[in-house]
């Protein structure tokens, strides 16, 4: 399902945020203000928050198992700098443009839906050669699925599996590229929990992901994310945030962390399936990113 950037719709929600008195705003009122906003929007809820200078943390849910949607290519992205840094490929690698996979299945090949993407520019260029690089940053930060796709047979959905469960986050499990539908019928999907999907963005955001400088160069791409009306979208401006967003139909997710002004970083990861109204869920998300933001600054 193609993502589209809302920017009337969850402004409303920020009058009921600012009558909120978030002065002294412990963790244990946070949760109670997020639970309420949870309760509020139709949906199953999977959140989990770190502060990375305390160590605090706030779970909800948050072993529970979700389709990944979109934010399993952060997963994509991290097995790729993996590869670069072992010399199995380089970011400056060209890679054909090609619009047919094959299913996980019975390996019948199958094509993408341009109507279905986030972005279509990827797919004027079949044929042609495009670069490893120009790939991943398609992938995040507009959301490709033929990027994704073309990235995936190239490094193996395989290989990502094996490099999350050895960084300790088993739950972010990548079975398959995109659109797969022979592989959707079957129940074989990608997956995530709010908990290690917040693992894995902790591993990024203090830079032990792969390797500092790999880490660094996967924060740059998260921070020129494109729909940014989940976790940013309540922020102050000189707030920056590296996530990744993914929705499919009755889902819609946000991930990443938030790098507040003065150095401090916090981990955040909102998971709703079972959503009944899609703009209702990217409220929710921002608003509980907000009550996060307020309990970090207070």
Known sequence: MKQFIIFVSIAACTVTLSGMDHKHMT????????????AATPGIFGIAFADLQTGRT??????????????????????????ARTRKL????SLSVVN??????????????????????LYHSIGKKCSVRKLLHAMITVSSNL??????EKIGAKNVAATMRALGVPGVHVLRGVEDGKAFDAGMNNTTTARDMMRLFVLIAREQAVSKTASKAMTDILLDQRFNDCIPAFL?????????????????????????????????VVLIKELKDPVA???????????LYDYEVQ
């Not at 047919?100 to 520019?121: C, G, H, M, R, T």
């Not at 990027?147 to 995936?152: E, F, G, H, W």
């Open 27 to 38: 963790l244990k009122k946070a949760g109670e203000t997020i639970d309420s906003i949870a």
């Open 58 to 83: 706030l779970m909800r849910n948050a072993a529970a198992e979700f389709h990944a949607a979109s934010t399993m290519k952060t997963a994509v992205m991290v097995e790729v700098f993996r590869q």
């Open 90 to 93: 380089s970011l400056n690698d």
């Open 100 to 121: 047919s996979f094959k299913s996980i299945v019975d390996e019948s090949a199958y094509s993408l839906d341009v109507s279905s993407d986030s972005d279509d520019s």
């Open 147 to 152: 990027a994704t796709n073309i990235l995936i």
């Open 236 to 268: 102050p401006s000189a707030v920056k945030v590296a996530h990744k967003t993914g929705s499919i139909t009755g889902i819609q997710h946000d991930a990443g962390f938030v790098m507040l002004p003065g150095g401090r970083k916090y981990v955040l």
């Open 281 to 291: 869920g990217r409220k929710a998300i921002a608003s509980i990113s907000k009550v």
